[in-house]
């Protein structure tokens, strides 16, 4: 069933305009009685229907809401290092198709890709572009948030003030299976760009509170890692 975001509406009856009221009219050809499902970006869903439509706008009346049953039980927040190439948008992409709940792009002693202010302003948008997308895509009635650039130090400090934060270290540390036995609803995991972390940076995060993990023997792809350890929390809290 198709899916529309809005704000969290005031009454039983929503227009849509501009990009997805075409989508419905010149694109789904949704005629009048058709149903949709409409979701605030903030949990709830709303089971509705097209009612009136002329091409440029659509009417939808919502006959119900109901808190979505797509979003994990548990809030993962992803530090990820700048990686080079487009490879921040596969990560994007498929973080969100798994359940990510936000992620924060971070500039780290070993991170090759470093834009300037202007284009970093231009990645951002189109970063969150491609969450939405994927929100839709996949049913989420949560758009994931992707923040500002953050250095180290921020990245750290947010990170270690978290209910568990998971410093993903290629070095060794703690099993991620032994890291997630004591339950929490708020996790936050930082993965390093291609040429991972400095031993001062794995220090600095075990001194913000932060706990070094390892994913194993193997050492991972920078892209690899993020969805390995996210498909990892999710199976062992029970969200698959």
């Not at 419905?24 to 979701?39: D, F, K, N, P, Q």
């Not at 119900?64 to 927040?77: A, D, F």
């Not at 490879?87 to 198709?97: L, T």
């Not at 921020?154 to 003030?161: C, E, F, M, W, Y």
Request: one cysteine or more; charged letters at 20%.
């Amino acid at each position: 069933m198709p899916r529309f975001y809005i704000d969290p509406p005031a009454g039983d009856f929503v227009t849509l305009t501009g990009e997805d009221a075409r989508h419905i009219c010149r694109s789904l050809r949704m005629a009048v009685g058709e149903a949709l499902t409409l979701c605030d970006g903030a949990g709830i869903d709303y089971n509705g229907v097209l009612r009136q439509t002329d091409g440029q706008i659509a009417t939808v009346e919502i006959l119900s809401r109901q808190p979505s049953q797509t979003e994990p039980t548990v809030s993962i927040r992803l530090f990820q290092a700048l990686p080079k190439g487009d490879k921040m948008e596969w990560i994007i992409q498929k973080a969100v198709e798994l359940g990510i709940s936000e992620v924060v792009p971070v500039l780290t002693e070993r991170c090759i890709s470093r834009p300037d202010e202007k284009s970093m302003e231009k990645k951002l948008l189109r970063w969150q572009k491609i969450a939405v997308e994927a929100a839709k895509q996949c049913g989420r009635s949560r758009i994931p948030t992707v923040c500002p650039l953050m250095s180290f130090s921020q990245a750290v400090q947010a990170l270690g003030s978290m209910e568990k934060g998971l410093f993903l270290y290629e070095k060794g540390g703690l099993p991620l299976k032994k890291a997630l036995c004591a339950p929490a609803a708020q996790i936050g995991i930082f993965v390093g760009a291609e040429g991972g972390f400095s031993s001062e940076e794995a220090h600095l995060a075990q001194e913000a509170g932060a706990t070094c993990t390892s994913l194993g023997n193997r050492i991972l792809r920078c892209e690899t890692a993020p969805l390995a350890a996210l498909s990892a929390i999710l199976y062992e809290t029970d969200n698959f």
